[in-house]
């Protein structure tokens, strides 16, 4: 059926602020931990460090900003930006490997560096690598030295460009809620014959 994607874009508009930090200079990269972390500090420090050896703007997004370090002048933080409208408009995108951040990663068309934490994330990671559209890094290896060489690997590279434009181009020509909920109804309009009863081979 394809992905179903909801980032709360038809609820949340750019505010004046977000438009002119986003489209003042060269596209930033956005960093997310995930949006249930409260523990990203390092994750925001190495983020910052990363940025300014490359340097490129970051934009740093979390509901919790009591776990940012002090900002400088290439860094700025949102609490919380709908992805189907930033990733376009970034250089890359850094996250955890969640199934969403993930997938709307694909949709943007851009670079994706993860650090997956637990659960499904490294199954997404390594799936990132072998459709060529990022990498990923563990949490031990994710240094500012290590960002920095994996993103400008990642933002200079033609076949990661042509993958990231393909993944955005399948991910626009599909409409996973209405292929589901026409999928659900046809299901639930299907005649049940005898075979289909619960109780007709047993509880």
């Given at each position: 059926?394809?992905?179903?994607?909801?980032?709360?874009?038809?609820?949340?508009e750019?505010?004046?602020?977000?438009?002119?930090?986003?489209?003042s200079?060269?596209?930033?990269?956005?960093?997310?931990?995930?949006?249930?972390?409260?523990?990203?500090?390092?994750?925001f420090e190495?983020?910052?460090?990363?940025?300014?050896?490359?340097?490129?703007?970051?934009?740093?997004?979390?509901?919790?900003?009591?776990?940012?370090?002090?900002?400088?002048?290439?860094?700025?933080?949102?609490?919380?930006?709908?992805?189907g409208?930033?990733?376009p408009?970034?250089?890359?995108?850094?996250?955890h490997?969640?199934v969403?951040?993930?997938?709307?990663g694909?949709?943007?068309?851009?670079?994706?560096?993860?650090?997956?934490?637990?659960?499904?994330q490294f199954d997404n990671?390594?799936?990132v690598?072998?459709l060529?559209?990022?990498?990923?890094?563990?949490?031990?290896?994710?240094?500012?030295t290590?960002?920095?060489?994996?993103?400008?690997?990642?933002i200079?590279?033609?076949d990661?460009?042509?993958?990231?434009?393909?993944?955005?181009e399948?991910?626009r020509?599909?409409?996973?809620l209405?292929?589901?909920?026409?999928?659900?109804?046809?299901?639930?309009?299907?005649?049940?014959?005898?075979?289909?009863?619960?109780?007709?081979?047993?509880?």
């Amino acid at each position: 059926t394809g992905f179903p994607l909801y980032d709360e874009g038809d609820l949340i508009e750019p505010d004046a602020d977000l438009l002119a930090f986003v489209e003042s200079d060269s596209p930033p990269i956005a960093f997310t931990p995930g949006s249930a972390n409260v523990h990203g500090r390092a994750f925001f420090e190495t983020a910052i460090e990363a940025c300014r050896l490359l340097g490129r703007r970051a934009l740093l997004l979390t509901r919790f900003p009591e776990q940012l370090p002090p900002l400088p002048e290439h860094a700025r933080h949102f609490e919380f930006v709908p992805f189907g409208w930033l990733l376009p408009r970034t250089a890359a995108v850094v996250h955890h490997g969640g199934v969403g951040s993930t997938s709307q990663g694909f949709a943007g068309g851009v670079p994706q560096l993860l650090m997956p934490l637990g659960f499904d994330q490294f199954d997404n990671a390594k799936r990132v690598v072998r459709l060529g559209a990022g990498d990923y890094l563990t949490p031990a290896k994710f240094t500012a030295t290590s960002v920095a060489r994996v993103l400008q690997r990642l933002i200079e590279s033609p076949d990661v460009a042509a993958s990231c434009h393909a993944l955005a181009e399948r991910s626009r020509q599909q409409n996973a809620l209405a292929t589901m909920c026409e999928a659900i109804e046809r299901l639930g309009a299907r005649r049940l014959t005898p075979g289909d009863s619960p109780g007709a081979n047993g509880p």
